[in-house]
């Protein structure tokens, strides 16, 4: 029986009872060590706590000698409860009881600090009589203290356990649970005799007809062979692939005519897995595993799987993966600037060596400067932007060549339709070589052989085309590689006319904003100025700067930044600086100028907040505008300046050491709650002052402290002019990539000659008038410039008589000498005379007006103390 399937199945369930049997005894047995655990600690926590809430265990604690008196209850509590032991400790932990009273005064073993603060401590202990179960309780007096401590415990094994009790039933359960088994199994085994012994010759005969069919109708060979080699089994799907005689079962396998790659695998004695070989024109993979493993006759079984489409498929598979991993690269790579050439150049780039083994790309010049493609769908002449490729001597014309498309070329007839080209054998298709023969001829001696072309529209508009070459790589171009061409060249067309767009927009907004800015500086004598401007790499901004002619030989310097870039900061700049200089001839002193152009910014912002327009190029409304004005005078060499949320100006003295003098910096303009103050510098002559916007001394890689560092590095030194200054600011301090507008300006000072100035206080009597005159023609004798007395005394008499009658003392008058003759007159009155034309019968009102006739220019400035009147006549 034990042979048998009935005597298997027998042994299985008696296997299963017994594992069942023993599972429930180890349940059993490991419940019943939890339940004797948990009486334990159920019993020695009650014991601990009955002793300790007991009647007069306060009092004995209390009590001159507590050993003496609760020796005996504990012990007799102990007897009663069962328990190995009951100890009675004080709070330090000293007992004063114990089964063994050679213990008594000695230290507690065990934890029972938690205790002293109320609460029930339980642990394992391992004692003589094994392991056990300690619980140590408090004992609390009636005031809430706690005057000792009481521990009881109690072994394990003392504690009995249901689960102990149920061990026999389950036992006796399983010894009929194996009895009933047994019995089944030899009922099921007597009937299983009687079935298979009826088995007869047909049905064994069918059985082996089934598994003849089944074997040679798989789709997949088997062949079985010998120890001695020859061939024992092999179904129709063998025969097919290996191409096997009709005789070939019982022959060797090695007389077979195989191909040397599956006779090797079939006669190698050795387990083979999935091995791919070659058999005729067929790829099959082998499996081979050997009948003598487990105990069968010696020999081997072979499978044989034609994975010809297979491998196909997979190729197949792997050219898609690989076109797709193509397009990926070309979305991510393609177009990464707002660059047109670096577009082309990305295209050609990324389709090298992958797609083709060169890529050229020609664009119309228009498209190269940002310019809207010509109308039409042709294109007569285009400029090659890019070209890449597997070496460099290929005999492509170069970047930056000019070609010119014959009309009748397949070219331009791809250019005209609008539709990509296909030239899978270069060598019999003559019609491309019209573009150009000579350079055709030399390509095809280089040996390209294969041609994709594209043209590269976008938004219905031809910009140019891109060629795909083949040399090295000898499968030509076929109807799938067109299709990659066509999608790889329509995202680099988008791209590129995205380039193109924001290359004419940025050139516009270039030109806008140069327009705006001062193409020449005013000629004056004051300063040596020099200037740079340039505009970020990635848009315009509103930065600008201004050198302005004041009265009486003084220059405005001006520096200023709009928030925003773009076309709108860059009016808005615009109209700023027109407004400086309007604000400039009033002759305002600094802070008061700033304060006029705060006004003006927030009206602007209220106008286009008002309109709903108002955005900068970026979308981000203006909300204000950086400003430094400074006002240089050669006669005293004092500079005065205000600054509005602007970074401060640097000055250099003439010995090269820079500082950057603290100015009252107030807001921005636009957001400014205060007044500005003016500060006020004296400057040695051969000093240079450095004005700049943020762009040079801040960027995403420094902070402006670090930037205001580097800029004191490089103007510290030797002497320069204000060029050379510009120049080695700008090449130690020019950020990698400039992300913002940068405006600098650099003045070096100079101060007029005491001989150039001169000057007298004038007494408030109108008989002064003759002297003052006097003392003008002999300095302007002394001068040379005798021509000019006349007028000269003349606009001196008119205004000092003017002051004299309806002006305030003191009144003084000043000659200065530089590029024109300046007379300035001044007193203590804030009142400015007008001019007005006198009628024919009117006595007066006709000085000013003589005034403004012989001077070129004529104003009031304003001052702390009063007021100038001043003019100016021209030298020559």
Request: hydrophobic share 45%; with cysteine; charged share 20%.
């Amino acid at each position: 029986m034990r042979r048998s399937v009935a005597g298997q199945v027998f042994g299985l369930q008696i296997l299963i009872v017994l594992l069942l049997v023993a599972a429930a005894a180890v349940a059993l047995v490991v419940q019943s060590r939890s339940e004797a655990e948990r009486e334990a600690r159920n019993r020695s926590v009650a014991v601990a706590q009955t002793f300790a809430n007991s009647p007069g265990i306060v009092e004995a604690l209390r009590s001159p000698d507590p050993a003496a008196i609760l020796q005996p209850k504990a012990e007799a509590a102990r007897a009663g409860s069962g328990v190995d032991f009951i100890v009675v400790l004080n709070d330090d932990g000293i007992r004063y009881t114990h089964p063994d009273p050679s213990q008594i005064g000695q230290k507690f073993i065990g934890s029972y600090l938690p205790a002293l603060h109320g609460q029930v401590v339980i642990e394992r202990s391992t004692g003589s009589l094994g392991p056990g179960i300690q619980a140590v309780v408090p004992v609390y007096a009636p005031d809430g203290s706690v005057p000792g401590l009481v521990s009881a415990g109690i072994t394990v094994a003392k504690v009995s356990s249901a689960g102990e009790r149920q061990l026999p039933v389950v036992l006796g359960t399983a010894a009929g649970a194996v009895g009933l088994a047994t019995l089944g199994t030899a009922l099921i085994s007597r009937r299983l005799r009687r079935q298979t012994h009826g088995l007869g010759p047909a049905e064994m005969t069918r059985m082996y007809e089934h598994h003849a069919a089944v074997l040679h109708a798989v789709r997949e060979g088997v062949m079985i062979v010998g120890a001695d080699g020859r061939l024992l089994l092999c179904n129709d799907e063998a025969r097919r692939l290996l191409d096997l005689p009709a005789d070939a079962e019982g022959r060797p396998v090695a007389e077979l005519g195989l191909e040397p790659a599956p006779l090797a695998l079939l006669t190698g004695d050795r387990p083979v897995t999935d091995e791919v070989v070659l058999a005729g024109e067929r790829l099959l993979a082998v499996n081979v595993r050997l009948t003598d493993q487990a105990g069968g006759p010696p020999g081997c079984v072979a499978t044989l799987r034609d994975s010809t489409e297979l491998m196909a498929l997979s190729g197949r598979a792997e050219g898609a993966q690989r076109r797709l991993r193509l397009l990926y690269d070309a979305g991510v790579t393609v177009g990464s600037s707002l660059d047109v050439t670096r577009t082309a150049e990305e295209l050609a780039q990324v389709a090298v060596p992958r797609f083709a083994d060169f890529v050229t790309v020609d664009l119309a010049d228009q498209v190269l400067t940002g310019e809207e493609p010509p109308p039409g769908t042709s294109l007569g002449r285009m400029r090659r932007a890019a070209f890449a490729g597997i070496r460099d001597d290929a005999p492509f014309y170069p970047v930056d060549t000019v070609l010119d498309v014959v009309p009748n070329a397949p070219l331009a007839g791809a250019l005209h339709s609008g539709e990509p080209g296909l030239e899978p054998r270069l060598a019999e298709a003559p019609g491309w070589r019209e573009q150009d023969p000579e350079r055709s001829a030399r390509v095809l001696a280089y040996g390209v052989h294969s041609l994709v072309r594209v043209p590269l529209r976008a938004r219905g508009v031809l910009l140019g085309v891109a060629r795909f070459w083949r040399a090295d790589r000898p499968e030509p171009f076929e109807a799938d590689d067109l299709a990659l061409a066509e999608e790889l060249v329509a995202h680099a067309a988008v791209c590129i006319d995205n380039a193109r767009r924001y290359t004419r927009e940025h050139a516009m907004a270039v030109t806008l904003q140069h327009s705006l800015l001062p193409r020449n500086l005013p000629p004056q004598s004051a300063l040596d100025v020099a200037h740079r401007y340039l505009p970020a790499q990635a848009g315009v901004g509103g930065d600008w700067f201004d050198v302005i002619p004041l009265p009486g030989a003084r220059v405005a310097l001006v520096v200023g930044d709009v928030v925003g870039h773009g076309l709108y900061a860059a009016a808005t700049m615009g109209r700023l600086r027109t407004a400086i200089h309007n604000f400039s001839t009033l002759d305002l002193p600094p802070d008061e100028l700033l304060g006029h152009l705060d006004d003006l910014v927030n009206r602007i912002d209220q106008d286009e907040a008002a309109s709903g327009e108002g955005t900068s190029g970026e979308g981000a409304a203006l909300t204000g505008a950086t400003c430094l004005y400074a006002i240089y005078d050669p006669v005293s060499g004092r500079c005065t300046l205000a600054s509005a949320g602007h970074p401060p100006p640097a000055v250099v003295d003439p010995d090269g050491r820079v500082v950057f003098p603290e100015l009252a910096t107030g807001p921005p303009l636009g957001l400014a709650v205060l007044p500005f103050e003016n500060v006020e510098l004296d400057l040695a002559e051969g000093s240079r002052l450095v004005l700049y916007t943020d762009g040079l001394v801040e960027d995403r890689e420094r902070d402006i402290g670090e930037g205001l560092e580097l800029l004191r590095a490089a103007l510290t030194g030797p002497p320069r002019t204000s060029e050379q200054t510009c120049a080695d600011v700008l090449g130690a301090m020019l950020p990698e990539r400039q992300l913002d507008d940068i405006a600098l300006l650099v003045a070096q000072t100079r101060v007029l000659a005491p001989d150039q100035v001169a000057g007298w206080d004038v007494p408030a009597d109108p008989a002064a008038v003759g002297a003052v005159r006097a003392a003008v023609a002999e300095r302007l004798a002394a001068w040379g410039l005798e021509e000019a007395a006349f007028a000269t005394e003349l606009i001196l008499s008119e205004l000092v008589t003017n002051a004299i009658r309806y002006g305030s003392g003191p009144i003084r008058v000043r000659l200065v000498r530089d590029q024109a003759l300046i007379c300035e007159v001044s007193d203590g009155s804030s009142t400015s005379p007008h001019l007005k034309y006198a009628a024919t019968t009117d006595e007066g009102g006709r000085g000013l007006f003589l005034v403004a006739q012989f001077a070129d220019r004529w104003g009031t400035r304003y001052t702390a103390t009063g007021k100038v009147i001043w003019t100016e006549q021209p030298l020559e």
